[in-house]
T-cell receptor
Framework: GAGVSQSPSNKVTEKGKDVELRCDPI?????LYWYRQSLGQGLEFLIY????????KSGLPSDRFSAERTGGSVSTLTIQRTQQEDSAVYLC????????????FGNGTRLTVT | DQQVKQNSPSLSVQEGRISILNCDYT??????FLWYKKYPAEGPTFLIS?????DKNEDGRFTVFLNKSAKHLSLHIVPSQPGDSAVYFC???????????FGQGTRLTINP
């Protein structure tokens, strides 16, 4: 079966522009996560969706970041007025509902803000 | 506040020898631990996990050890193979929290 799909794979944008990153999770996975990896850093949690529950947004670094998950499936991460420090690889992952179910990651979107 | 720490950014091991990757954590509430492996331009893939009720879990060439009193876990790969060259992340979670906390990663290079 298909894995987690992210698009675009690469995105170069000018400082101040808005960007949208898309994630298609594995079918049947009710949990969806966004992480980012900045250069030389570990994986930083951004946001978590589980079914119809309110998302855990505790990792979003500023109010310029938002995410939604439509119909319990596809998710979009939006960054408004991008800054150079937003440059990173943005990774989406999905899993079954159990807390000890491994996350299945997509290949990420490499965002470069110039 | 880095709750999960991998203090070695890189490790180089000769093919056929044992690779030992280390991870320390500070939150005693963590009760499940995982290791992920990441190749360039790909997302991390799950490798092996361990529950806090165990101190060892083995899967083929990979063994994870957990020392709760020291808040330390390690991943052993034996024998190491060139395809094991990748970045390895350890991660931890608290039951019910649903938020996996990752370390910074260790880049493992297996030399022929």
């Amino acid at each position: 079966g298909a894995g987690v799909s992210q698009s675009p794979s690469n995105k170069v944008t000018e400082k101040g522009k808005d960007v949208e990153l898309r994630c298609d999770p594995i079918s049947g996975h009710t949990a969806l996560y966004w992480y980012r990896q900045s250069l030389g850093q570990g994986l930083e949690f951004l946001i978590y969706f589980q079914g119809n529950s309110a998302p855990d947004k505790s990792g979003l670094p500023s109010d310029r970041f938002s995410a939604e998950r439509t119909g319990g499936s596809v998710s979009t991460l939006t960054i408004q007025r991008t800054q150079q420090e937003d440059s990173a690889v943005y990774l989406c992952a999905s899993s079954l509902a159990a807390y000890n179910s491994p996350l299945h990651f997509g290949n990420g979107t490499r965002l470069t803000v110039t | 506040d880095q709750q999960v720490k991998q203090n070695s950014p890189s490790l180089s091991v000769q093919e056929g020898r044992i690779s030992i990757l280390n991870c320390d954590y500070t939150n005693s509430m963590f009760d499940y631990f995982l290791w992920y492996k990441k190749y360039p331009a790909e997302g991390p893939t799950f490798l092996i996990s361990i529950s806090s009720i165990k101190d060892k879990n083995e899967d083929g060439r990979f063994t994870v050890f957990l020392n709760k009193s020291a808040k330390h876990l390690s991943l052993h790969i034996v024998p190491s193979q060139p395809g094991d060259s990748a970045v390895y992340f350890c991660a931890a979670i608290i039951q019910g929290a649903q938020k996996l906390v990752f370390g910074q990663g260790t880049r493992l290079t297996i030399n022929p």
